[in-house]
C-alpha cells in the first residue's frame, strides 16, 4: 500500500505532529508512505523525526505566494508516484488533484471542529481552485471529497449536523510509549498544574483556569506550556486579578520536552470552550497524570466522560475552581483514576492503532472501487 500524506509544512503543530506519527506508524506496518510538503516551511526538529523508511518531498511553495507553478509540481510528483491512497490534512488541497483517478483515491482528515463553508454554489473556486487556499475555515470541497475521516464522535457529530456529510471516526493517536509516567506520590501543599496549548483563550479557554486559580488563592500553581495570540491579554489577567504568583507562561516547547516533563505535575487541565479531540489530554494520560476537563466535547471523549477523568461545566470559571478545589482534597481518587487512564489510553490511543485503522480503510475504499 502507497499513501501520500499531504499538508502545508511541517512546524511544532497538532496537526504536523499527528502526520508524523501516523506516517511513521504506517512505515512500521510495511506501508510504503510519502509526506509531501508544499511550503517551503519546515523545522529541522520535525523531519529528523521521520523515520527513515519514509519519503519527504518538498514541492518548495513560498508560503504566501500567488504563483502557481507548484500546483503542476504537485501533480507531476503524484502522477509518477501513483500512491494507492492520498491522505490530505486539510480538504481545501483537494482541487489542486487534476487527476480523475488520483482525486477518486484521495481521502481528508478533519482534525478540528467544523468551521467556515464548504463554498459549494462558488463559481469562483470551481474555476480557479487555487483561491481556497486562502480560505480560513476547514471544511472548503469536503464536499467532494470520496472519503472523510474524523478524529472524534465530536467533529462528526457537528459536520453532519451542520453540513449534512458524513464520516468515518479515527481517533487521533499518540506514541504512548515516549510518555514518563507520574509518580503515585501525593501532591505538596501546592498543587502543580498544567495546560499544554496554543495561548487562544476564546477557543482554549486559559482565562476559565487563571480565574479558578485566581479563586483558590495559592492553593494551585498553573503552568501554561505553549504561546499564542492572546499571550499577552492572559498574563494581564492574571496580574488584574492578583493570581500572577501563581501562574507560570513556559511559552513553546518541543514534543520531546513534553514528554519527559509532563509527568511532573500533578493536575492536567483542559478547560476549552471548543475542542475536536484534545490530544494533549491523551499525553496527560499516557503520563499516568490526572486530567480534568470541559464537559460535552472532544476531550470529555477521551476521558470517557467522568470514568478516566473529571469533568466541569464547559465556559464555567467557578464550577473548574470547584472541582479543582475537590480533587485536591480527594486526590488518592484522582490516582486511582490515573491508573486505569493509562490502561485505557494505550489500548485506544496509541499511533499504532490510528495507523493500522487508516491503513485498513484504504484498503476497503481500494477494493470497493473495482
Not at 500546483?71 to 480538504?91: G, Q, T, W
Not at 475537590?326 to 492503532?353: F, G, M, N, R, T
Amino acid at each position: 500500500m502507497k499513501v501520500a500524506h499531504i499538508f502545508w509544512s511541517l512546524s511544532f503543530g497538532g496537526i504536523e505532529t499527528m502526520m508524523i506519527n501516523i506516517a511513521n506508524a504506517q512505515a512500521l506496518l510495511n506501508a510504503d508512505v510519502h509526506i509531501v510538503l508544499l511550503n517551503n516551511l519546515y523545522e529541522e526538529e520535525l523531519l529528523k523525526k521521520i523515520d527513515k523508511r519514509v519519503t519527504v518531498h518538498l514541492i518548495n511553495r513560498k508560503a504566501g505566494s500567488k504563483g502557481v507553478s507548484f500546483i503542476f509540481r504537485l501533480n507531476r510528483l503524484l502522477e509518477k508516484m501513483a500512491p494507492d491512497a492520498i491522505h490530505l490534512h486539510l480538504s481545501k488541497f483537494y482541487k489542486l488533484i487534476w487527476s480523475e483517478k488520483l482525486s477518486r483515491a484521495t481521502f481528508v482528515t478533519l482534525h478540528d471542529l467544523p468551521r467556515g463553508s464548504v463554498r459549494r454554489g462558488d463559481i469562483l473556486l470551481r474555476l480557479f481552485p487555487f483561491f481556497s487556499l486562502k480560505d480560513t475555515g476547514n471544511v472548503v470541497f469536503i464536499d467532494q471529497i470520496p472519503k472523510v475521516f474524523a478524529i472524534s464522535e465530536a467533529v462528526k457529530d457537528e459536520l453532519l449536523q451542520k453540513y449534512g456529510i458524513n464520516s468515518t471516526v479515527v481517533n487521533n493517536g499518540i506514541m504512548t510509549r515516549s510518555f514518563k509516567h507520574r509518580s503515585s506520590k501525593k501532591p505538596g501543599e501546592q498543587l502543580s498544574v498544567i495546560m499544554v496549548s496554543r495561548l487562544e483563550h476564546e477557543k482554549k479557554g486559559q482565562d476559565l483556569l487563571i480565574r479558578a486559580a485566581a479563586a483558590l488563592q495559592g492553593k494551585i500553581h498553573v503552568t501554561f506550556v505553549g504561546d499564542g495570540s492572546s499571550r499577552m491579554f492572559l498574563e494581564q489577567l492574571a496580574i488584574e486579578l492578583k493570581a500572577d504568583q501563581w501562574i507560570s507562561f513556559l511559552g513553546s516547547r518541543t514534543q520531546a520536552y513534553i514528554a519527559e516533563h509532563l509527568c511532573e505535575y500533578d493536575l492536567f487541565v483542559q478547560p476549552s470552550r471548543r475542542e475536536g479531540f484534545g490530544l494533549t489530554v491523551a499525553e496527560a494520560m499516557a503520563s499516568k497524570v490526572p486530567v480534568l476537563v470541559s464537559n460535552g466535547q472532544g476531550p470529555a471523549e477521551v476521558t470517557c466522560g467522568d470514568k478516566y477523568g473529571w469533568l466541569f461545566e464547559n465556559g464555567d470559571s467557578d464550577k473548574l475552581m470547584e472541582q479543582i478545589d475537590y480533587i485536591v482534597k480527594h486526590y488518592d481518587e484522582a490516582l486511582i483514576k490515573a491508573e486505569k487512564a493509562l490502561q485505557y489510553v494505550c489500548d485506544i490511543y496509541d499511533v499504532s492503532v490510528t495507523a493500522r485503522m487508516y491503513l485498513k480503510l484504504y484498503k476497503i475504499d481500494k477494493e470497493n472501487q473495482y
